[in-house]
């Protein structure tokens, strides 16, 4: 087989750096474009990334001859990854998906249209079928999946197991988010050393709504989303890789600690699709008393597990447990490569 | 008038030194004995506190000659704030009791006894009626009385005004702990250097508890507790001083995020009583969109106060908003005295 | 006496924030002028600084209704302090002295011009004599005068007393600067959390060439550079304030611990002068085995003395020892002040 | 060939972890044995790390049914690997050298003994010559090997190449060490938050003697120290991993930048040796202008390469460059195991 040809939208920022390392070898997929803002266009990756390459000791040999071009149709590939920034991401997307190519967003723009897929493989891989509406009704040869904001991953992950045994109705979360979320620059030293910061921008509103799509289904060619409550509290604070999430659920039905766990560690919707990105075991159960911790656990299969734990009664929902997940990995630029692969193995792309 | 004298048991942890800080040049009280374990006695406080000293550039120049003593009964005062660990705090603050000191307790070992006040001055003033009772049933010359859990304080300091405004029926609450709340040596540097700790020994359940005493009212000559659910998750973060809380709450009425907030603005209740150490505010009602933060808000009012901001609708209870405290001030050394000042105010002491 | 007006040129950074806290209740000195990008002006400095203000709880009260104006002459003052970027600072600087008024300036661009004073008035106030060449050669009604590099003062003010008493020949530093010193943002979180970086843009140089003409001789209206080597490493750590160095040093003549420690102690070259803004103690000594530490030592005397401490020998030059600085006021803010007052009890203003 | 059965004394500590997760799978050895304090004894090694392992997600597999016996002679081994804290460590290891054990200690206790090998294989395999004099003097069947202190290590690495090349004469070193070097609960948070700590317990001694051996020649039996000068300051700085090194050297001869990095890269002493743990380039040369950086370099080849960088021309000595190494594998745990790699290679164990 040959590999299908990807460009990387957005390759200088710190996604983009991540889907450029988590390709290489990649047993599908061959990078051969990478494209970024006008200023960088024209020369190599290399040239480009000299002063900017920062998530690794050094870049993937593969990648550092590539030419850099602009963000536009004419690319020599079958499907982009997009990495940019949603100030940008909206019209650039839309001008890939009309020219005829898949395009697997990692920007909010597209996220909640009503006819764009957004997508977890292992929650809602059906939602696909919203391709087909998105192209009739927009007229577009090529089309758009997107996938979640970083937080939403990692809770929509660790809540679909329990949504699927007892019925979800409630669901607080707290966070605590890495400064890896926000970019590079991104987040200032003056703001993270010795300090929290209680706020960052959309963020709960994303948390907030996007599970309601995710854990929707689908009903008549549309996703009607899921009939319950989230309520969201986002922090940043000094950690490089890794966002905790402390969640509180309130569930249909009756479920004891150990049918949770169960649920939690059943949890395997991929096996049979064998995405070479896709996690063993999605979701991690911890039984220490003190875990996840970032420093031990953000990295779980390659960073694309969840680590969930402390599962412990709550006094006014149902249930309290704290989850982690590898923001840049599953977060953001796993979550791309893992949705392009979902659309190579359902026949959306590679014909 | 003469000074009482005062003298602080465990005066050589970050609890006490903090305390031996505050009250050096205070208007009604001296210290004239510092005491900590057997091993520390017999020198001056200079000698002892040599390497240990570790919260100011130096030790006060009236503590460094006091000679440390063994924390038993004979200490030359009338009263002891206790900054001991729980370990050893319950059985010595009883002998201390029973010799007739007032005891200002830091320590969790009486907080829960039911003949034992657990005092925050601005909340519940009229629960030092129970020393009565306790003195008793005790048979003691002297008596207890104990400040709550740091994450406790400053969670009911803003809950009291609502309580009594609108009434208060589930509080949610999510920690984000500086590493000064375990004392010194206290959390290693390789659990906080780039990581985030989910567990806290014991914090959840005294967050939960407390509040219910704290909160309840007096009824018989016994404190019937509130009749509310609290839920915490406590995690310690990479803060040197300051816990940050986000809470979430449902009230018995409707109020507007107007009246909340006026209801935070609005709480005085010290203000006839006039005690030293109490802030001007014990609330400060914050309207930036990104504040409390440790770095900024930490020590306002000298650390006595509480800093509230970000309030916002709760999609599933009633509103939420994020609380900040200075643990070591306010949550522990000025929370011990100022219950010793409230002490002395009513009459309990410096007759 | 009436206050003299002063202005201050960059109002809006780190170092702008800085100097408009210090001002407040200035005895000699009242802020007339902020000034600040053509973006910025025609707003309050309140509401400009609405999302900016970052190093304190809030804006002075006397701060918030001044009138952001544009960086160029015709402002209402005497005296302009220039806390500008060097990118624009030589240029704008210039316009000032040209157009009459005097420039007491934190930017790199004129310190080493040989016709302007680089001041750190402890060590040099006689290089305010270059001011006279300067304006005759220049053409100017006004002039400017500069202060170091953060890095460098400190550095400076430790080793004068040395150089008076023993003579100095090299000067060997290591330096772990704070990320205050890169202005806000400045430095990435991404690049302090579990890091350091061993890099500081031309700041080697800075603290390799600047003290050579700080702790050189007013010969015959020039200043005769020191005859003595300096080597500088520079690195970034997570520290928010405070420039930590390790200095190694060869003298002219014997001394001793002892005579070294007497000569930092001894030192008082203001005392006469009585700057408001000037340090008792420009240099305290620190006995402790471990200090100084920027958590404890970097405010010293309101942040403007520099702390020295575990002097002992060093294998290859003569001793080593620690100076730590707190490079926003010390090394910036509180520099720019400090040479105003100079220029005020000199003569040079005020008149 | 059966593997060497290999124990580790202090099998608890943050060395003795990293020795267990570096020998599952070790081609030539199979642990045995875990030894710690009394109090673990009798335990298997999981439930006495049960809440203490925390430098990788889990205990390997083959470690964790092991018995924890004491640290005495009697254990099922050849070898012992001691990550004993100094404390204790001198007359245990005795015991074993005299029982007939081969020793590879981390501890500090023998290191200058003048018939202890204090080895870095690729520098000075031959001081294994001492170990016969050792037995001899002092009747011993067994021996005991040193590997140098952590800091002491990457230092030796570094400057080898240029001894060769060019003589050495004087080092002057400044570090920022990171708290793993501390062992584990070591370094408190409130030490490391927002501040340095330029004080490392005895740490300077050892950087400053220690080399002076290691780089020494073997003669009549004896080694000959280095004849040059070492200079050190050492700090601790809030990273979990990996100590930075900023250095400066004198030459005996003239050497061009191109010379020195030449020697660095072609530093591949053990190629010949094919010791299982040996780094291919124990020195990585870095032409990034700001690394070698902890969060990129420390894990270079496996942890156990020091990454050098910034190599630039000093004022005062001749050259003055970075180094960073990773204290726990390469400076500690992989020391100790590379050692006994040699030992084997060399036959003074596995015959």
Not at 5 to 24: F, P, R, S, W
Not at 273 to 288: F, G, S
Request: aromatic share 6%; proline share 6%.
């Amino acid at each position: 087989m040959d590999k299908i040809k990807i460009g990387v939208l957005g390759a200088t920022g710190m996604v983009g750096q991540t889907i450029i390392n988590m390709l290489a070898n990649h047993p599908w997929f061959i990078v051969t474009e990478v494209a970024a803002s006008e200023r960088s266009a024209g020369r190599t990756y290399e040239e480009v990334m000299e002063r900017r390459w920062n998530i690794s000791p050094q870049i993937p040999e593969y990648a550092r001859k590539l030419k850099v071009k602009e963000c536009a149709p004419g690319l020599d590939c079958e499907i982009v990854l997009s990495a940019l920034d949603s100030s940008v991401a909206g019209g650039i997307e839309e001008q890939f998906a009309q020219a005829g190519y898949a395009v697997s967003s990692n920007a909010k723009n597209h996220r909640m249209d009503s006819d764009v897929p957004l997508i977890i493989p292992e929650i809602n891989a059906d939602h696909l079928e919203l391709i087909k509406k998105q192209k009739k009704s927009r007229g577009w040869k090529g089309f758009i999946v997107t996938d979640p904001n970083c937080s939403t991953i990692e809770l929509c992950i660790a809540l679909k197991p329990l949504q699927d045994k007892f019925g979800l109705e409630k669901v607080m979360v707290t966070t605590m988010q890495a400064v890896s979320g926000a970019g590079y620059p991104g987040v200032p030293s003056m703001d993270m050393i010795d300090n929290v910061m209680p706020y960052i921008g959309d963020e709960e509103e994303k948390v907030q709504t996007e599970p309601l799509k995710i854990l929707g289904t689908m009903s008549a060619g549309d996703v009607k989303p899921l009939n319950a409550k989230f309520s969201a509290q986002c922090n940043r604070v000094a950690v490089r890789y890794g966002h905790m999430e402390c969640v509180s659920i309130k569930l249909s039905k009756k479920a004891s600690e150990k049918e949770i766990i169960a649920a939690f560690e059943g949890f395997h919707p991929l096996n049979d699709t064998r995405l070479p990105t896709a996690p063993k075991r999605p979701i991690v159960y911890l039984r220490n008393y003190d875990r996840p911790q970032p420093k031990l656990d953000v990295n779980a299969e390659g960073g694309m597990a969840c680590s969930v734990g402390r599962l412990r009664p709550c006094n006014i929902l149902d249930y309290k447990f704290v989850v982690l997940g590898h923001n840049l990995v599953r977060g953001a630029a796993g979550a791309a490569i893992l949705n392009a692969e979902l659309l190579k193995a359902k026949g959306y792309i590679g014909k």
